[in-house]
């Protein structure tokens, strides 16, 4: 596989309080992947996203965008937070979410206008939200508004999409939609980064994962690493569960 | 109306709008408690700016006081960092500390300042139509008016400005860091303009007030509505209809303005606090009363589903079998009967066909719990929400 590397990690290291968190973290994640993250609650995995996204101050390391500091980069990437990360009470809709998505190409002080607002429809449309496009997000169910969140990072048309759970709390309906978006992305090239709980199904819906717990345990393709050795690994308890490949 | 009136109506308005802005924003990112921290501190940037300018309407004295707002922020966020102690708590570490500072400046030279602690925190809108601005001569009105006015004037070109910015950084600090919308010079911006906003109005309406003008009007408006914008204007009318009505209170009763104003700020809440159609007290408990209805009434449809014999079904059996008191036995009853959901033959009670679906739609509902589901089912469901 001669594949450009989208995203390159370097002896990264963050810290909060002086705790590290993420130690010494080397990744190379090759572009065209649908990659998951794996690893215990409190392992870091969101600690790496922001990192790499520049919301939070690594202490040491680098982190590089096809081959530049993220700054320079930002409208390649599109982030989609854990969901608990906000605060759903916030006075806003569906829509006025989504096209937030849009304010990152906008820059400081243009506002949004129509073609924004189209493009956030048309998100909106993707992720089948489009009839709750003027609910208050207070009022949409947990699954709502994790597709809202897609929809918002679909609009940035980014090359490369990080997300923070984005199955948490969905059902199985929402779900299936949710990974065919994934892998409709992964076959226009775009790079996807999935921080992921259920185990179950990583050799289904991914074709690369990375292991991480504080350190990176291993990274690499589905059907060559994913395997007991590396979960007893990462989740520190004896795996033997029976995950079908 | 005399003149002096029209301006101290003015002027409170004009503080009530500039106070409305940023305290919405507090509001929303829960931080009602850095403006009261803000408000006391800067008495010690106060002071100092007076000792040198000699003049509390300077503007050096304001940019000083209002950087002492903004170390306080610096300071509450720099304890809280250690891990060793909660915001409020680093709050409450910061400001006495700073204002006691400022009272002891104030005592140590108490005679030859004209400056007291009363005064910074209460103010006295009474008197400010007294102090005027002269240019050349000219009289062209209250200090006070033109320095709320022109604070209040950088606050609305900066709102405008940044209204995205402010809304994105408060929903969503993360989206906003990883776009490149730094959420800490937003920070940082709307720290100085409570602070610049705060020092501005003291003189004409003191400390308390102020915190009053910032958390009350956006704390209401919070109640009553979904849509940010709209919050906003509502905070400015809260703001704005106390301090006018607020100040004929106090010049009927005599009383002082500032604590009319904060008095009928706090009705004002306390009336949206309670009849607010969706948040309100009396909506939830109105609500949540409902819902235990609707629980009482699905567990009588489903004992009805679970038993086709009759003594089962007689209405006195049913009574004494989910022992319910009567009232709510009746109110359930009705309620089944309103909707179609039962027939009462001879005292023994019968689901219809609408009563046997719904219930088995409702079961069904229960057990897998899908989102989807609860949308299909609103309509009927639900019977008394929308
Ligand atoms: N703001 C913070 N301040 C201090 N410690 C933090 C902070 N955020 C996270 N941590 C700590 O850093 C570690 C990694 O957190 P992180 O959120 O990255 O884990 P995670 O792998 O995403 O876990 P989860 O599966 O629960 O989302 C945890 O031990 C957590 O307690
Ligand atoms: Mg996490």
Redesign the interface.
Known sequence: MSKKTAVQIDDLTVAYNYKPVLWDIDLEIPEGVLMAIVGPNGAGKSTLIKSVLGILKPIAGSVSIYGKSYEKQRSLVAYVPQKGSVDWDFPTTALDVVMMGTYGSLGWVKRPRQKEKKAALEALEQVGMLPFKNRQISQLSGGQQQRIFLARALVQDASIYFMDEPFQGVDATTEIAIINILKALRKANKTVIVVHHDLQTVPEYFDWVTFLNVKKIATGPVKDIFNDDNLTKTYGINYKVSIQK | MSSAQLEIQLIASLVAIACAIPGTFLV?RKMAMISDAISHSILPGIVVGFFITQDLNSPLLIVLAALTGVITVVLVEQIQ???LVKEDTAIGLVFPALFSIGVIMIAKNANDVHLDVDAVLLGELAFAPFDRLLISGVDVGPKSLWIIGSILVITVALLF?????L??S???A??A?????SPVIIHYGLMTVASVTTVGAFDAVGAILVVALMITPAASA?LL????K??LFLSIFFGVFSAISGYWVAHWLDASIAGSITTILGLLFLVVYLFAPSKGLIAVMYREKQQKIEVSLLTFLLHLKNHTEENERHVNHLREHINWQKIRAKTVVDLALKNNMITIDKHIVSLTEKGDDFTSQAIDYIITN???Q?EDMKDDFFLFRG
């Open positions: 929303l960092k250690t891990g400005a940044f209204f995205k910015e809304k994105l408060t929903f969503d993360g989206l860091a990883s776009l490149g919308f919070y509505t979904t849509d940010l709209k919050m899908e989102d989807a609860i």
